[in-house]
């Protein structure tokens, strides 16, 4: 057997506007909606599926800031943590479209809008992305605008 | 709730919270997993200089108090189509305590959902030193009495 050196991180240089794919699949399970929403979230529509049923979400779904951490999580495992990634200062035009449920499947995309060296630091550039998780009956449930702070190679 | 009840442009200090390792650590393993936010040897070789915790995590913990303050102080409450920006503008390190305000900023009955509010809010936060950390523009619908 032979040690097969690991990929080099893709860095600022590597990326360009156009690349678009997916960043993979989630199952949104009872537990894990519950266990996030009882930390973070615990209205009652996220808790049980009753009060789900009841409100306007129409059943018992997950906290918009948990299907926003599932697509952090997602884009962290096959996006960021293969590149110089340096984080981000924000997002952008986050729309929560549709309710996300238990039982759901999300698939998470990306595509990239631009690149921008920094106008002041040597080191790094700006990737912009449209982020997107689309469930299992093809309907977007959640968009936004991201821009990473990606490392340079040289 | 009344749309008359809803208070604009007053800001309200809805809690702090402190940001502990352990717990940076373990929202970031599950949800955020960069180097700089669940290794401490990575983070301090990192831009970052030492371990932070994941924006998101600052979101959700912003979301914990909010509903928190809600129910100790009254408010309304509703369900949210999204938020027009997030703003990370400072990292936030271990032991940092962060303040959390919400302020309305504009209010309105929908033409289209006729019961319903559309309610504009602009939530920052400072950590221990006053230095801005987090800010965010976020849009709730209430169903009104």
Known sequence: ?154 | MGLDAIEVGVPANVGSHTFEADEIVRFAKKYDPQPFHVDEAAARASHFGALCASGWHTCSIWMRLTITNTRKNGGFSGVSPGTKAIRWMKPVYVGDTLEFFNEVTSKREMKTRPGWALIEVFSHANNQDGVRVFEMESTVLVPLD
């Open chain 1, 1 to 154: 057997m032979t040690d097969t050196p690991a990929a080099p991180l893709r860095a600022f240089e590597d990326f360009a506007a156009g690349e678009s794919g997916t960043l993979g699949t989630v199952d949104v399970t009872h537990d894990e909606v519950v266990e996030f929403a009882s930390q973070f979230d615990p209205q009652p529509f996220h808790l049980e599926e009753e009060a789900g049923k009841a409100s306007p979400l129409g059943g018992h779904a997950a906290s918009g800031w948990h299907t926003g951490s599932m697509m952090m999580r997602l884009m962290a495992e096959n996006l960021l943590n293969i590149s110089r990634s340096m984080g981000s200062g924000g997002i952008q035009d986050l729309k929560w479209l549709k309710p996300v449920l238990v039982g759901d499947t999300l698939t998470a995309g990306y595509e990239i809008t631009g690149v921008r060296p920094s106008a002041s630091r040597t080191d790094r550039g700006y990737v912009d992305m449209k982020l997107q998780m689309v469930n299992q009956r093809g309907e977007r449930v959640m968009s936004f605008l991201c821009t990473v702070i990606m490392g340079r190679a040289a």
